[in-house]
């Protein structure tokens, strides 16, 4: 059974870096084909996809975030971090992430953590 | 970036009806889409992948049909677990954009 689970901080300051954790279980990501995504979700609003990193530390972002984010895994901890730089109350949302299958597809996903960039 | 716009917005139905979702992308996606459900204060689950294939556990009422631009999630007959609000994706180019989503609501 594959399951995630993300952790962090619950608030930042706009301005602060925002550092996620995502543990998982289940799966191993030194086995080819496999990733694990970011997603995140505005209250009440859609689901962004941010980025990924695949089993061989490709990696790939969301363009219009690319500059501010990074995306790291740590294979012998089950650990996937992303980062974030320079926080701004927009960027309030859930952050989930989420096993990429070999099927290419999100699934499934962690149960998700609300940041909230406030001063 | 692709775009994806999902159709309509907003979907009220009764249980027992049966359920039509809309998700055109701005320019061609082959086969390469998904449909994911959500539920208030749940993480998204994959319903369809690749435009038709059911994933691990998705009832048959679920069924995706669709390729190039235009996709349809349908819902053959409602039952009241399936309220919820639905979400298209693509992997066809980089990022792998989501749809707005469509809330299927309860008439």
């Known amino acids: 059974q594959i399951t995630l689970k993300e952790s962090g901080p619950t608030l930042v300051k706009p301005t602060q870096t925002l550092t996620l954790t995502c543990t998982f279980s289940g799966f191993s990501l030194s086995t080819s084909g496999v990733g694990v995504g970011w997603i995140r979700q505005p209250p009440g609003k859609a689901l962004e996809w941010l980025a990924l990193?695949?089993?061989?530390?490709?990696?790939r972002y969301s363009p219009s975030l690319k500059s501010r984010l990074t995306i790291t895994k740590d294979t012998s901890k089950n650990q996937v971090v992303l980062t974030m730089t320079n926080t701004d109350p927009v960027d309030t949302a859930t952050y989930y992430c989420?096993?990429?299958?070999?099927?290419?597809?999100?699934?499934?996903w962690g149960q998700g953590t609300l940041v909230t960039v406030s001063s | 970036e692709i775009v994806l716009t999902q159709s309509p917005a907003t979907l009220s139905l009764s249980p027992g009806e049966r359920a039509t979702l809309s998700c055109r992308a701005s320019q061609s996606v082959s086969i390469y889409l998904a449909w994911y459900q959500q539920k208030p204060g749940q993480a998204p689950r994959l319903l369809i992948y690749?435009?038709?294939n059911r994933a691990t556990g998705i009832p048959a009422s679920f069924s995706g049909s669709g390729s190039g631009t235009d996709f349809t999630l349908t819902i053959s007959s409602l039952e009241p677990e399936d309220f919820a609000v639905y979400y298209c994706q693509q992997r066809s180019n980089w990022p792998h954009t989501f749809g707005q989503g469509t809330r299927l609501e309860i008439k």
């Open positions: 690749d435009a038709s």
């Open positions: 990193i695949y089993w061989d530390d490709d990696k």
């Open positions: 989420a096993h990429y299958s070999s099927s290419y597809w999100f699934d499934p």
